[in-house]
């Protein structure tokens, strides 16, 4: 059984960190959650004030309607630095205890598991409520003018319902002609499936499908309708009161970029690396000769990207963007002893949010994010090593690349899945996590229907963690409706619109449902995590805001018997059609299934709770 030690708890979320927003030389209130059997007779908060520890003594609070029945003990931070990273030390019989972000133990641990306020800058208010919607701009929809334009000479065009080439030299070349009027002309799509943030793929003039090796950053490609339409889209999503996000290169350009062109020929050479062994006689990302890297240590770049309301960065905000993905953040800014990222995308977000204040930085990190978030830069990041990942461990039934992992996806407990969710989200702040993007998949990687052999009870346990899980829902167009891929070329599939052989009516009913769930509940929006139970193939957390809790079981296989989980019920059935968990806290044993309940007061001499269902 998982436990970070039953009967105490604190997170990052609203009813243990009352303010949401702090500013730094603000007193923030901390409350840590301990039950009276818990053995803890009294609480310090330690705080490390500009890098020196100090100890703070917790109060005993009553708190009416949030904790009847438990005891809160209360303690004061002072929010002296921009990061502020404090533990509590707990004291009983049995001698003391920590607790960190990373759960409890009983010896000294080094300080990156501590919790974190950040102050300043969190992400802005409407990410909160995001359900994202990642669409690769070629394969989504066409419009009546995409079969009308004229393909420049590098492009072969394709067939919308031809399969995609997935490997050899044509991969980059096929252009299937989806376009930015055809998104628009689906927003109606988007609306009914649940979603209401659209991030865009690439969109600048490039020799690729892709177009993660820009020609330029001062115009949109024609192939997808040009500056025009992107203006048409971002007033489209704006009308529904929707945000949509750009994706931008900032670690490499390509080789036709007129920036590139320059420096070859000797006029602001140090916009690239052209020093040391390299095989083209440039710096190039991970040896793609098309993409030469960018140096940020060239005080010109940094001007042509982001100074002034010209530069890259602001200038598409301005055209409509309401936010960036940053590709590769991870390597932007990076190179031998090279190592500008932080500072670099803090200047990224300063320039942002000169342009508009409620602009959302999200950057692209595939494996551990964590050294690189609360740094002042990025709000978010699209959570691979904290959430896809670990859910690929213990749902993915067919073999397929590991994100890079040479030996394949490997089969784990649902206990190591949570040990893993907790690694990567006790080294970043709340703010940080609940903002990051929880994905199943994306258009680097296998589709996750594919990955699960097309079990729909796997896919509902999968799209049912990432709307439950603290994170932003990042949906990658076609998973809603069934689409498959086995690797990440062969997931660039274009959208089965008029082939419903290839479109799955119960899918999509699946994701309107679950994301409906998500809006219904402010508890899976904006509410802490308590796990309550783990083993192999079941897991049980709780999801608590002010005024509501949601009891969620996740099962990959049915148990042997029905198991009690303390402090569960009683609680009401809200999706999975589970009866109602009784004052015992018995969970059925069903499998696979996923199943969520709204906990209630007990009542006194109640029997039995009613039957409700919702959504």
């Not at 630095?81 to 641990?109: C, E, I, K, Q």
């Not at 959570?383 to 859910?391: I, K, L, W």
């Not at 949570?418 to 006790?426: D, E, H, N, P, R």
Request: proline share 7%.
């Amino acid at each position: 059984m998982f436990s970070r030690y039953p009967g105490v708890h604190h997170d990052g979320s609203e009813i243990y960190v009352p303010d949401q927003a702090p500013r730094m030389g603000d007193t923030a209130d901390v409350y840590v959650r301990v039950e009276q059997d818990a053995g803890v007779d009294s609480v310090w908060v330690r705080t490390t004030f500009d890098a020196e520890p100090r100890f703070t003594q917790a109060q005993i609070e009553l708190r009416p309607g949030i904790g009847d029945h438990e005891r809160w003990f209360r303690a004061r931070v002072l929010l002296r630095n921009p990061v502020n990273r404090y533990r509590f030390l707990l004291s009983g019989s049995d001698g003391y205890r920590w607790l960190t972000a990373a759960g409890v133990v009983g010896h000294d641990v080094p300080d990156d598991t501590d919790f974190r306020i950040v102050c300043g800058g969190p992400p802005p208010a409407w990410s909160a409520d995001a359900v994202v919607y990642l669409v690769f701009a070629d394969r989504f929809a066409r419009s009546e003018r995409a079969g009308t334009l004229e393909l420049p000479d590098w492009a072969l065009a394709r067939a919308w319902d031809a399969p995609v080439s997935g490997r050899g030299p044509d991969r980059p070349r096929e252009i299937f002609g989806g376009d930015l009027d055809g998104i628009r002309e689906r927003l109606d799509h988007l609306e009914s499936l649940g979603c209401n943030t659209i991030c865009l793929s690439p969109i600048f003039t490039s020799p690729s499908n892709h177009r993660y090796c820009p020609a330029t950053f001062d115009e949109v490609d024609p192939i997808l309708g040009g500056n025009d339409a992107l203006t048409r889209l971002a007033d489209a999503v704006h009308e529904r009161g929707w945000r949509l996000l750009g994706d931008l290169t900032m670690n490499a350009t390509g080789d036709e970029h007129p920036w590139f062109v320059e420096a070859r020929a000797g006029r602001h050479r140090d916009l690239y690396y052209f020093d040391g062994d390299t095989p083209y006689g440039y710096e190039t990302w991970v040896h793609v000769k098309r993409m030469p890297k960018l140096n940020w240590g060239s005080p010109e770049l940094r001007r042509r990207m982001m100074d002034g309301p010209e530069s890259v960065v602001r200038r598409w905000l301005r055209a409509g963007l309401d936010g960036w993905r940053l590709d590769v953040a991870n390597s932007t800014g990076r190179r031998v002893a090279d190592d500008f990222t932080h500072e670099v995308l803090r200047q990224v977000r300063s320039a942002m949010l000169a342009e508009r204040a409620d602009a959302l930085l999200v950057g692209e990190h595939a494996h551990d994010a964590t050294p690189d978030a609360d740094q002042g830069a990025w709000h978010a990041t699209m959570n691979y090593a904290g959430f896809t990942r670990p859910v690929w461990t213990w749902l993915a039934t067919e073999p397929a690349e590991f994100l890079g992992v040479p030996t394949g996806i490997p089969r784990l407990s649902g206990t190591s899945m949570l040990t893993t969710m907790t690694a990567f989200a006790a080294r970043m702040s709340w703010q940080t996590r609940i903002a990051s993007w929880s994905l199943l998949d994306s258009h680097d990687t296998p589709r996750f229907r594919t990955l699960v052999g097309g079990d729909m009870a796997l896919v509902e346990l999968g799209v049912g963690l990432m709307v439950t899980m603290p994170g932003t829902p990042m949906i990658f167009a076609g998973d809603e409706v069934g689409v498959e891929g086995a690797y990440a070329e062969d997931s660039r599939r274009p959208m089965p619109w008029a082939r419903p052989d290839r479109w799955d009516d119960a899918t999509f009913g699946l994701y309107q449902s679950l994301l409906q769930l998500r809006r219904d509940n402010p508890a899976l929006r904006r509410g802490g995590l308590r796990v309550l139970y783990a083993d192999g193939d079941r897991i049980v957390f709780m999801r608590e805001c002010l005024g509501q809790r949601l009891l969620v079981l996740a099962a990959r296989a049915p148990a042997r018997r029905p198991f009690v989980v303390p402090g569960a019920g009683p609680a009401v059935n809200l999706h999975g059609g589970a009866a109602d968990v009784g004052s015992d806290g018995c969970i059925p044993p069903d499998g696979p299934t996923f199943q969520v309940w709204q906990q209630v007061p007990p009542k006194k001499n109640a029997t039995s709770t009613s039957r409700h269902k919702r959504g």
